[in-house]
């Protein structure tokens, strides 16, 4: 079974700082990816998906997060932080051939000005 | 107006009520899934529908049940409710050709007294 491990639960950052939030899964055959993002009493959107090919996936509002099969990571970054990027975000690893999506804990992203 | 919505959007019930949770979506999209969140455990998958006549457990289907009267509308029921049922409720959809793609309501968040 694919199960997906998001190290950290909580990260602060400062506005205008680097940011990189870390996901490692668990998967025997080639992962889909996902980052999803939810902001306070939203649903969840999302960010960026890794199906094949470019192992460097862009996404919506500057992020992008970069496949390492020898790692088993799939983590995600952003150069320059915003307030508005404060959220909880969210790792999963779909399987392709029952279209199920297995989500990691979560990391709650805490900017700080 | 969104793509996927769910009814109610709070809802609070005591313990044994019977209690039901609807999703509706004008995506066309003929998989629709049900999770629950709950604080530090991410997103678990109840159950799953890939089209009207197709239902699947997912991870934690004891004590919830779910209809697809439609396409386009998936409830879920908790028969007995009891107060470990308490969380946030999500409801998603994805399309065939892109099944791992999966597209999110705003969450029911229910309280279980």
């Known amino acids: 079974a694919q199960s997906v491990t998001q190290p950290d639960i909580h990260i602060t950052v400062s506005e205008g700082a680097s940011l990189e939030l870390r996901c490692n899964y668990s998967?025997?055959?080639?992962?889909?990816l996902f980052w999803y993002v939810q902001s306070p009493g939203q649903g969840l959107q999302l960010l960026l998906k890794y199906f094949s090919g470019d192992t460097l996936v862009q996404g919506i509002k500057g992020f992008e997060a970069e496949f390492k099969r020898s790692q088993s990571s799939f983590n995600l970054r952003k150069p320059s932080v915003h307030w508005s990027d404060a959220a909880e975000y969210f790792c999963a690893v779909g399987d392709s051939g029952y279209s199920t999506l297995t989500f990691g804990k979560g990391t709650m992203l805490l900017v700080s000005p | 107006d969104a793509d996927v919505t769910q009814t109610p959007r709070n809802r609070i019930t005591k313990t044994g009520k019977r209690i039901m949770l609807e999703c509706s979506q004008t995506k066309g999209h003929d998989r629709m899934y049900w999770y629950r969140q709950d604080p530090g455990l991410g997103l678990r998958l109840i159950y799953y529908?890939?089209?009207?006549?197709?239902?699947n457990k997912g991870e934690i289907s004891d004590g919830y049940s779910v209809s697809r009267q439609a396409q386009a509308k998936f409830s879920l029921s908790l028969e007995s409710a009891i107060p470990n049922q308490t969380a946030l409720y999500f409801c998603?959809?994805?399309?065939?050709?892109?099944?791992?793609?999966?597209?999110f309501g705003p969450g029911t968040r229910l309280t279980v007294l």
């Open positions: 529908s890939f089209d009207v006549k197709d239902i």
């Open positions: 998967y025997g055959a080639t992962p889909y």
């Open positions: 998603a959809t994805s399309d065939w050709t892109k099944a791992d793609e999966q597209f």
